[in-house]
């Protein structure tokens, strides 16, 4: 079964740093389209990141764009979520996603596997 852990949340002051992990394990397949989605209280969840399973694609929304950065850390099954100049607008629940997939997915109905969520807060 496959299962998504993530780990680095927490709270910041705007203008800083948050780094978010995503360990994938049970994979069945070969590849997975990776994503990382947050959701607000009272709005949709959105995707704020995604990636390939090779990393020769990735997509961002304009909201992050050139604030963070997606990666994948092959050896250890990690996908990374860097979050610079972090704003008050970014505070939500942050989840990782995936797909049996060899292309870019940026739908949350496309993702079959989600992780538990966790908690980013941005202070003014």
């Known amino acids: 079964q496959v299962r998504l852990l993530e780990s680095g949340g927490g709270k910041v002051q705007a203008g800083g740093s948050l780094t978010l992990s995503c360990v994938i394990s049970?994979?069945?397949?070969?590849?997975?389209?990776m994503g990382w989605f947050r959701q607000a209280p009272g709005k949709e969840r959105e995707c704020v990141a995604a990636?390939?399973?090779?990393?020769?694609?990735?997509y961002y929304p304009q909201s992050v764009q050139g604030r963070f950065t997606i990666s994948r850390e092959y050896a250890q099954d990690t996908t990374v979520l860097q979050m610079n100049k972090l704003k008050p607008e970014d505070t939500a629940v942050y989840y990782c996603?995936?797909?049996?997939?060899?292309?870019?997915?940026?739908?949350?109905?496309?993702?079959?596997?989600w992780g538990q969520g966790t908690q980013v807060t941005v202070s003014s």
């Open positions: 049970g994979r069945t397949t070969e590849s997975y389209a």
């Open positions: 990636i390939t399973w090779v990393g020769r694609g990735t």
């Open positions: 996603a995936a797909a049996p997939s060899y292309t870019l997915l940026v739908r949350a109905q496309a993702y079959d596997y």
